[in-house]
RNA sequence: CGGGAAGUAGCGCAGCUUGGUUAGCGCGCAGCGUUCGGGACGCUGAGGCCGCGGGUUCGAAUCCCGCCUUCCCGACCA
């Protein structure tokens, strides 16, 4: 007999299917207090992967975590005219504390540049002092107008990395191998999201950075999602701050600094880019849960064999976990991992095993196969595999079709209703990028016309033009 | 913040136009039994400041005012 659909299908309403993948994953809730938000320990533990494969990339570079406040002196934020513009309409600001009015109004930080600047100028002397390489796992607030649970949430988590170096080439060096060893790689290799990788429009920079450089995927309705960015800050804030160091010819030089983000956006995208009409799909790589071992019926010895399966998968390294909550309907359990997006469920009944057989069920294509007991961890181990390859695979493929060249704002326009636009920039420019935002459509990126981040100093730029979130 | 829609049990909704005594339905939840290879079925049961505050009235889920929240579309953003 026909059910009802579990979920909104994707394509009767893209934005309903995400807020029911959200609920019905028991991904996240919203918060008691506007833009905020509750996250589940199912969405958590995914964020907690992310972190921890990011933390050892991030580490990598030679970074190092640290401990900044949440509050921030409202006096440092002006410091810096440009950064102090983009960011006010969006702060936080405390006024009282203790039962008093305080002396200074203290800012909930948006960011942490200033903060991080106030000490890097007492920690940076020399140029032995540099690079001074800092990355910080935190929460930041942003008053958000628009709220959307991961996308867009008035607190959110996210690391922010800021750094210091001795010359604008090394600098700007070290921005761009955070953006291609540490958010390509990640995104790519563990996310399986296909990402463009560009510099944004000066309309779309960071607030007090000279260049901002972007990670951006499509998602499952053509919009764009800016998955993550890495700022050149030049000496904006070295400037602000007088964060100085003296060279080799005993001569006081500004810093030059990038800082580097992603967030608990990604979670977001990760739903929107993998997922169907039935939940979320979670590349194995990523996933805290790889495999699911499901009693089918506790009959003849199904139990005991689906436990013995389960074991000899985690010793094996594989992440799985035995289901045997054989009070509840096989249909109803089969649905909820699904919905979660459990890479590979493993059925294990008495019907399979009479036939010395399991059943794999894969979660990105739905095929079931039968797999003999003695070649069960090979099977899902390969499967895993073979899904990581799909998911990229697939979401490749869709980037592409749906990506366009166009030579007009028109087209532009036309083209990213359903996907992404890429137009010669000498094309658009500054008016055609306005008359694109006129219709809801933004520059996500600029491109070195072999889709390479431009360098300053090359022309013939591609806009990439799409939708965003 | 502008334009639209909506807030009634955990979720989805009816009731409101035309005020009336005990506020319903589906799903979910608890107990018991029968089931179990794609959201099982039956019986019994628990669960409501009807978003919040004020007003009108003998009486408000229902009418009026204000506020808050959520969703969609715009301006801003990781």
């Not at 996240?28 to 050892?56: F, H, K, S």
């Not at 960015?229 to 060279?247: C, R």
Request: hydrophobic share 40%; aromatic share 8%; net charge negative.
């Amino acid at each position: 007999m026909a059910k009802p659909p579990v979920l909104t299908p994707q394509a009767d309403d893209f934005p309903r299917w995400y807020q029911d993948v959200v609920a019905k994953a028991e991904l996240a809730d919203n918060g008691p207090v506007r833009g905020t938000m509750v996250i589940r320990p199912y969405a958590y533990a995914i964020w907690e992967r992310m972190q921890a494969d990011l933390d050892r990339r991030i580490k990598a570079t030679g970074t190092q975590n640290a401990y900044f406040p949440l509050f921030i002196p409202e006096s440092f934020l002006t410091k810096e005219a440009e950064h102090v513009e983009g960011f006010s309409p969006e702060l936080a600001v405390v006024t009282h504390g203790g039962g008093k009015e305080l002396e200074e109004p203290v800012v909930v930080r948006p960011t942490s540049e200033t903060v991080i600047n106030a000490y890097f100028s007492k920690w940076v002397q020399s140029h032995r002092d540099l690079p001074l390489l800092i990355n910080q796992w935190a929460n930041v607030v942003r008053w958000e107008m628009r709220p959307r649970l991961f996308l867009r949430t008035t607190e959110f988590l996210w690391q922010e990395g800021h750094t210091a170096h001795a010359t604008e080439d090394e600098a700007r060096a070290f921005s761009l191998r955070i953006l291609n060893d540490v958010y390509e790689r990640f995104m790519v290799d563990v996310l399986a999201i296909p990402v463009l990788l560009g510099r944004k429009t000066d309309r779309e920079r960071f607030a007090g950075a000279t260049n901002t450089y972007t990670c951006e995927a499509m998602m499952g309705d053509g919009k764009a999602l800016q998955m993550g960015t890495s700022h050149e800050l030049g000496q904006n804030f070295s400037k602000a701050f007088d964060t100085v160091y003296l060279d080799q010819s005993g001569e006081q030089v500004h810093v030059w600094q990038t800082s580097w983000g992603v967030s608990t956006r990604m979670v977001g995208g990760l739903i929107m880019c993998h997922g169907d009409d039935r939940g979320l799909r979670v590349p194995p790589e990523l996933a805290a849960l790889q495999a699911v071992v499901m009693v089918v019926r506790d009959e003849d010895g199904a139990g005991d064999q689906a436990a013995a399966i389960c074991d000899r998968l985690k010793a094996a390294g594989v992440r799985a976990e035995l289901d045997d909550r054989v009070d509840t309907s096989f249909g109803r359990r089969s649905v909820d991992w699904e919905l979660k997006g459990v890479p590979i469920r493993i059925e294990v009944g008495p019907r399979d095993l009479a036939g010395g057989i399991v059943t794999l069920v894969r979660r990105d294509s739905g095929d079931k196969s039968p797999v003999p007991l003695g070649e069960v961890v090979e099977r899902v181990q390969g499967g895993l595999s073979a899904i990581q390859s799909t998911l990229l695979a697939e979401a490749t493929r869709r980037r592409d079709e749906r990506t366009v060249d166009v030579t007009t704002v028109e087209d532009a326009v036309e083209a990213a209703r359903t996907g992404f636009a890429r137009m010669p920039w000498a094309l658009l420019g500054e008016d055609g990028e306005g008359r694109l935002a006129g219709q809801g459509v933004s520059v996500r990126c600029l491109q070195a016309s072999d889709g390479s981040v431009p360098s300053p100093a090359d022309t013939d730029l591609i806009a990439i033009v799409a939708r965003a979130y």
